[in-house]
């Protein structure tokens, strides 16, 4: 389908978190943009040429934005492509993701950069944008290249799930990157206690035999960074808190005034450690699942805004990675198809109001990453997914996308399904 067609979209409960409006609408799509939004119940004058979808009452909602996915492409493509990831989130009703700089080779140059860029157009499907390394090959020891690739398109640094432990390297990283306003992400992970562990300490971990890391891991790490912070003014996003402890420190850095944003897996905001508890491989994750109170700490986190962004922590690995004993195997769950059903699960189990939690997802990435996209407003690119956030439907095997299928909700009820996703005006997916 052309850019140049144009739609409208007629009876449709519209919910944008950017303007707060959560109520009956109508949307005109034409030239790849949004040329018209109505509010209320009266339906657009036609015209012709125009293409009318009658929503029946369904969600139109900005196209979701996934700032934490990671692909096998290049170099591990088995794994996962990105023609295969931009499928399954064209069908989770993801628009745009930010590809992880994790891969063989390291984005940690501005070729590397371009080539992610140029294969997104080609694809065209979804928008892909990378991330790039904060050091050389994600090592830790040497800056990578962070100006050139930020002129090339990269749209924030991290060194993905490696922290960076030497504080001079990271102050170095945090104090060139303020030169030019650009955001770095790390994750909090001190990493002596947390070498070799596969869960988080307690009775859990202990009772299945499992090496564990305390929660105070992530705590240490994250004062550390925000000290660093505070030192250099930098742009900061603490990338995946998981603790209760952690959301205490980034309070106190937001109450400093300090330009810090945090992000939460929706794993985490799901799932707890007792989910671990049949040594099922697909609930490895990075961080491990932590006890249920930090889980509960986090859901009110995000109904509160200290939670900017949720992510899907998008990670694949293939049956061989999984089928090996809990310890062994790798870490990471997929995540792209089922990130908006869980959200909608999470504002029907915990009384978060679905504009909250869409926010997080929407126009909160968009702002944090410079992005125009992430709202329902005249101008903005048509990025729109429409969604019965009523329906039920159990995920199975058959159903996934992507060419990995560790999913932590394989076979799982969810609610919430993606009926048709636009990206730039183009039907991308449609049920």
Known sequence: MSNSSAIAFVNARLIDPATEYDGPGSVIVAE?????????????????????IDCDGNALMPGL?????????????????LKSASLA????????????????????????VDFILRRARDIELVHVYP????????E?????????????????????????????????????????????????KEPWLSEGAVATSGEMAARMGLSGVPALSERIMLERDLALVELTGARFLVDQVSTAEGLSSIERAKTKGLEVFASASINHLVFNEIDIGDYRTFYRLDPPLRAERDRLALVDALATGLIDVVVSNHSPAPAEDKR?????????????????????????????????????????????LGLDAGRIAEGAPADLILVDVEAPFALREKDI???????????????????????????????
């Not at 930010?98 to 070729?111: G, H, K, L, N």
């Not at 991330?131 to 994600?138: D, K, L």
């Not at 799930?161 to 504080?167: G, K, L, R, T, W």
């Open 32 to 52: 790849g943009v949004i040329a018209s939004v109505i509010h209320g119940h009266d339906a657009p004058q036609g015209h012709a040429g125009i293409k009318v």
């Open 65 to 81: 934005i996934d700032i934490r996915v990671r692909t096998g492409e290049p170099g591990m493509e088995p794994k996962e492509t």
């Open 89 to 112: 989130a064209a069908a989770g009703g993801v628009t745009s993701f930010v590809v992880q700089p994790d891969t063989d080779p390291t984005i940690d140059e501005p070729a590397m």
């Open 131 to 138: 991330a790039g390394a904060a050091t050389q090959g994600t």
């Open 140 to 188: 830790g020891r040497k800056m990578a290249e962070i100006g050139l690739m930020h002129e090339a398109g990269a749209l924030y640094f991290t060194d993905v799930d490696a922290p960076i432990v030497n504080s001079k390297i990271m102050t170095r990283v945090l104090s060139y990157a303020n030169g030019f306003n650009a955001l770095i992400a790390h994750r909090p």
């Open 324 to 368: 090996l004993p809990f310890s062994e195997a790798a870490p990471g769950a997929i995540g792209l198809q089922t990130l908006l059903p869980a959200l909608i699960g999470l504002h029907l189990d915990n009384d978060i109001a679905l504009i909250d939690a869409l926010r997080a997802v929407t126009i909160n990435p968009a702002q944090i």
């Open 401 to 431: 996308l992507s060419k990995s299928k560790n999913s932590p909700f394989e076979n799982r009820t969810l609610q919430g399904k993606v009926l048709m996703t636009l990206v730039d005006g183009r039907i991308v997916y449609q049920s």
